[in-house]
């Protein structure tokens, strides 16, 4: 009887252990002590201010909301992106050879530490290995990009 127990246990817990590593996955493949820091703080500020529109996973909203996950855009132009989260964007884009038109409010309120958190985990999770990217990136592209 507590052997069997005992194994229903273990199993439970294996069970539970392993949803959490999925849903952390990406940060815990990122090697570099910093980078997975930001990264951690990074998935907090995505999850209340992106994952509305562009779901936890990434893979945003049909034909409605673009993916940010694997998105040919994000990954041709890293300041691109970080200026589009402070800023928002109006109008059409196109991501992986699909049209989206509807308009990304800004985050007008994210300070460069938190779009740089945000921004590491994004490229650093769902199969990319970017590296860390820093306040001072992120202020150079706010700067820099029309």
């Not at 590593?21 to 815990?28: A, R």
């Not at 090697?31 to 990074?42: H, M, S, V, W």
């Not at 996950?69 to 300041?79: E, F, G, I, R």
């Not at 985990?121 to 590296?131: A, E, F, Q, S, T």
Request: proline share 5%; charged share 20%; glycine share 8%.
């Amino acid at each position: 009887m507590k052997t069997a127990i005992s194994s229903l246990l273990f199993l439970l817990f294996i069970g539970c252990k392993g949803g959490a590593d999925n849903k952390n996955e990406g940060i815990s493949n990122i090697k570099d002590l910093k980078t997975r820091q930001y990264a951690i703080q990074g998935q907090q500020l995505y999850l209340q201010n992106c994952s509305n529109c562009h779901q936890e996973d990434g893979t945003g909203l049909n034909r409605l909301i673009p993916p940010l996950k694997n998105a040919d855009y994000m990954l041709d132009d890293v300041d691109r992106s970080l200026y589009i989260i402070k800023n928002g964007l109006k109008g059409s884009i196109i991501v992986n050879n699909v049209e989206y038109n509807q308009p990304m409010p800004e985050n007008s309120k994210l300070s460069p530490i938190e779009i740089a958190q945000i921004a590491t985990y994004i490229y650093n999770v769902w199969g990319h290995d970017y590296g860390l990217i820093g306040p001072e990136k992120v202020r150079e592209a706010l700067e820099t990009t029309p």
